[in-house]
């Protein structure tokens, strides 16, 4: 049963699923944000951008002239990558090692600071604050309604997220179909 689990997605959090993520986010304004981030951090030259996904933000950095090196632990993700840059690490922020200098911005953007465990947390915050000169982040506010169960179509292909929270972490089974089936599960840390 262990070889299904790891073809439909079970074990890594992304395997699989990044055929469809850019499917499924084509209508996110990257340009938009990239611009936000800009007007907010205007002294940046140089940003670390923690789980650059398939690269859609970092292609409109790159555009905005930033030196951006990215940390993304998902195989799966970074073979559908579009930025330029070559400054790409195929690892987690707990085992990135940064340069003897610091960056002017540190991102965690999408909610990827959620998925760092609990145990983590302290010592990934404080590894960011000594790698970055500035600090911006999105995370999933636990606050917030949460949609227990959701149906998404796009170009064909369907998506259903259903989640549940049980104490201080929320479970996410996503289901694709269309470019094949993936079943994927998620943690996010609150």
Not at 35 to 44: G, R
Not at 78 to 90: H, I, P, Q, R, S
Request: charged content about 25%; some cysteine; hydrophobic content about 35%.
């Amino acid at each position: 049963m262990k070889g299904w689990g790891v073809f439909m997605g079970f074990e890594n959090k992304h395997q699989n699923e990044a055929r469809y993520y850019d499917l499924f986010h084509q209508n996110k304004d990257y340009e938009k944000e990239a611009l936000e981030i800009a007007k907010k951090f205007p002294q940046a030259k140089t940003i670390l951008e923690i789980g650059c996904g398939t690269g859609n933000l970092t292609k409109e950095l790159e555009r905005l002239c930033y030196k951006v090196t990215c940390i993304e632990p998902s195989l799966e993700m970074l073979k559908y990558f579009k930025g330029a840059t070559k400054e790409v690490f195929n690892r987690t922020i707990q085992e990135y090692v940064p340069p003897p200098w610091k960056f002017d911005l540190v991102l965690a953007m999408y909610d990827v600071l959620n998925y760092i465990p609990k145990d983590d947390l302290d010592m990934v915050m404080k590894k960011i604050s000594s790698i970055g000169k500035e600090f911006h982040c999105e995370t999933w506010n636990p606050m917030q309604s949460f949609h227990y169960l959701t149906y998404k179509t796009a170009n064909g292909c369907h998506r259903i997220r259903l989640g549940f929270r049980f104490l201080d972490t929320v479970h996410l089974w996503f289901i694709f179909w269309g470019k094949g089936l993936v079943i994927s599960k998620h943690k996010l840390y609150l």
